[in-house]
């Protein structure tokens, strides 16, 4: 079939030049001839020609493939590719919803606020133009240009946050050189502002620019964005960020806007409303401080319980931190004071403290210990100040454990209201023919309670706490349990620990008959308000509905009604008669324990410092508040928690 390309067929054919005639096969063939004198006409070998011939086709049809798939296969892809290159998109901020106390009072508060911010994609990618762009850009700020070159290289991100919070004269230079900055714009932003009077930090925590990492795993975030870094802002961080939206702009090669290409709107946050009472939070930060003042300590808790529901009406933690230095732009400095500082004002001690427990601990072990029937709430046991307890070896070895003060003959109520040592020694680890209840079932109780696990409450940094018992001090110690052990933690010494929450919670459910509930700081969701349109246009905004967090049960019925029964009246006794005398005056009879236990320092006069405790129902009959109240490292013998409890009850009926 190739014979049409035969040379012999085209031997009539030659190039004629000055001087000299050339046939076309010598152009061709004269590389195959053996003999420079001897004329060679050769044919091209079918093969040959049939293997171009291929060569040729298969470049012809890969490239008419290549047309078609670009043109027709990929083409709208290619095409929305093609012009995105010339579209920018810019984040419409979302309004982060708002906080508001149970009584619609606001504490969290949005600021106005600007950015400065670059897109490398935008950038001129030439070296010289690229090199103008960010010398205008650090000379703009006062900031070295060394120093923006390692920003932009140093990070994956299209988008670099080169200056927050723009004060109004950088704002006012920035709005100016915008324009000759290509890919560099000013981006409205919104601050948090948080109420400073009342101790709120630990509980609203802070927003702060997101960080790199949490840059990567959030979606929908951008450079500028401010996230919730701690508290009630961390936790609800998907209900009050709300959706941010988007506007796309078409600019050409040159960076001039062309035209705006629309946008997908943003949805604002929802707002939260907290079971929180500010004017109580205030109260209770108020005399909790003034106290600490009085004393000389530095560190104390107060908690405020709605035992029917679980609502946390107030938490104070101090020392405390200002939130606003944060969500507003904390300098190094600063940072490091707050980091620095031994007492730890970012530490969080109402849920995070981590405390043995003292006497208030008692009415939990003598509910359990009626709960399982080792003891009759009428029968009376004789105390002497101390029990000996002869080693189980050895007898001729003797070990006392001792009480603060001999109570004679005591039974259950007379044992809370008084705070009898050897009386809970007696029903916790058992003596002569009283039965105890030894390890298992005191941990059992402890933990029917809610302690030594998180209560759930829905703040971040929750500690555990822990109940000790034989196995964990065999894995933890290396070491066996003895009887000294058991008595200890009847009395709440020894290793247990436990938070100034779990106390609340646990008494939350003494005080309302045996009900333990999750402790909770949001009450409702506001949900976004909604666009009603009217008949003949025109449309009315409806106001946000709220949406109530039902209150969470986390166990029911922990101990019979009458044991708690017994149990609710020896704390009242513990009000009328007992350790807790001082809180006899209030407007509503309320029940209360106090404790004590051992930090292991001692002043220079050989006394030691104490944690200090009180926790208290009220009022008796239809309780509607648990206080619990801890101050660490009081000094013996000092009044410390009574007065402030006093205080912020007696303001708390007189309120009401």
């Keep these: 079939m190739f014979d049409f390309l035969s040379f012999k067929n085209l031997k009539h054919l030659s190039v004629k030049r000055p001087g000299q005639e050339i046939e076309l096969q010598e152009v061709f063939f004269d590389r195959f001839v053996q003999n420079p004198t001897q004329e060679l006409e050769v044919p091209l070998s079918k093969g040959i020609l049939g293997t171009l011939y291929g060569i040729f086709l298969l470049i012809t049809i890969l490239f008419l493939s290549k047309t078609f798939y670009f043109q027709i296969v990929a083409g709208s892809t290619l095409s929305a590719q093609a012009e995105s290159n010339t579209i920018r998109s ?36 030439g070296r010289e133009r690229r090199e103008k762009v960010l010398r205008d850009v650090a000379d703009l700020f006062g900031t070295s240009l060394g120093d923006l070159k390692v920003a932009f290289d140093g990070t994956n991100q299209s988008e670099i946050l080169v200056r927050e919070n723009l004060s109004r004269d950088q704002l006012i230079r920035a709005e100016t050189k915008t324009p000759l900055l290509e890919g560099c714009e000013v981006r409205r932003n919104t601050l948090r502002e948080y109420v400073r009077e009342g101790g709120l930090s630990h509980v609203l925590g802070y927003t702060a620019k997101i960080s790199p990492e949490e840059l990567k795993k959030g979606k929908s975030y951008f450079v500028t964005d401010q996230i919730g870094k701690t508290g009630v802002e961390k936790s609800y961080e998907e209900v009050l960020r709300g959706e941010p939206g988007k506007r796309f702009v078409e600019r050409d090669t040159w960076g001039n806007v062309i035209r705006e290409k629309g946008q997908t709107p943003s949805r604002s946050g929802e707002s939260l409303v907290l079971w929180l009472d500010l004017e109580l939070q205030q109260k209770i930060q108020e005399a909790l401080q003034k106290n600490l003042e009085k004393i000389g300590a530095k560190k104390g808790v107060a908690i405020a319980m709605d035992p029917r529901t679980g609502g946390i009406l107030s938490m104070v933690s101090i020392p405390e931190f200002d ?34 427990t003292g006497s208030i601990i008692k009415p939990l072990i003598g509910a359990a210990a009626l709960q399982e029937r080792i003891i009759d709430s009428a029968k009376s046991l004789v105390t002497e100040g101390f029990i000996k307890v002869p080693h189980r070896y050895n007898p001729e070895i003797v070990y006392t454990f001792h009480d603060w003060k001999n109570h004679g003959s005591v039974a259950m109520r007379d044992a809370i209201a008084v705070s009898s040592n050897a009386y809970f020694y007696m029903i916790g680890g058992g003596f002569q023919d009283q039965e105890g209840l030894g390890p298992s079932r005191i941990k059992k109780y402890l933990s029917l309670f809610g302690w030594g696990k998180e209560t759930s409450l829905d703040l971040p940094g929750e500690a555990r706490g822990l ?56 009450k409702e969701i506001i949900k976004n308000s909604d666009v009603l349109f009217r008949e003949g246009g025109g449309a009315d905004r409806q106001e946000g509905k709220k949406v109530l967090i039902a209150p969470r049960t986390i166990r029911s019925d922990i101990i019979d009604p009458e044991n708690l029964k017994v149990i609710r009246e020896g704390m009242l006794q513990a009000v009328t008669r007992g350790s807790a005398v001082m809180l006899n005056e209030l407007p509503e009879a309320v029940a209360a324990k106090t404790g004590t236990a051992q930090t292991g320092r001692k002043d220079e006069e050989g006394k030691d410092y104490l944690y200090s405790w009180v926790t208290v129902f009220a009022p008796y009959e239809t309780p509607e508040v648990v206080l619990t109240i801890l101050i660490e490292e009081t000094k013996e013998g000092s009044f410390t928690v009574l007065p402030v409890a006093r205080e912020v009850l007696k303001w708390y009926f007189t309120k009401k």
């Design 90 to 125: 810019f984040p419409i901020r979302s309004e982060r919803g708002v906080i508001y106390d149970n009584f619609m009072r606001q504490l969290v508060f949005n600021k106005p606020s600007f950015d400065f911010v670059c897109d490398k994609r935008y950038i001129p990618q």
């Design 323 to 356: 939130n606003n230095l944060f969500s507003q732009g904390i300098s190094y400095e600063q940072y490091q004071d707050i980091v620095e500082d031994p007492l730890s004002p970012f530490f969080n001690r109402a849920i995070a403290g981590l405390y043995p």
């Design 467 to 522: 109940i000790p018992d034989p196995d964990w001090k065999k894995k933890a110690k290396g070491e066996g349990w003895w009887d000294g052990d058991t008595y200890f933690l009847s009395i709440g010494q020894g290793d247990l620990l436990a938070t100034p929450l779990q106390v609340t919670v646990a008494f939350g459910a003494v005080a309302n008959g045996g009900t333990l509930y999750e402790p909770m700081m949001a």
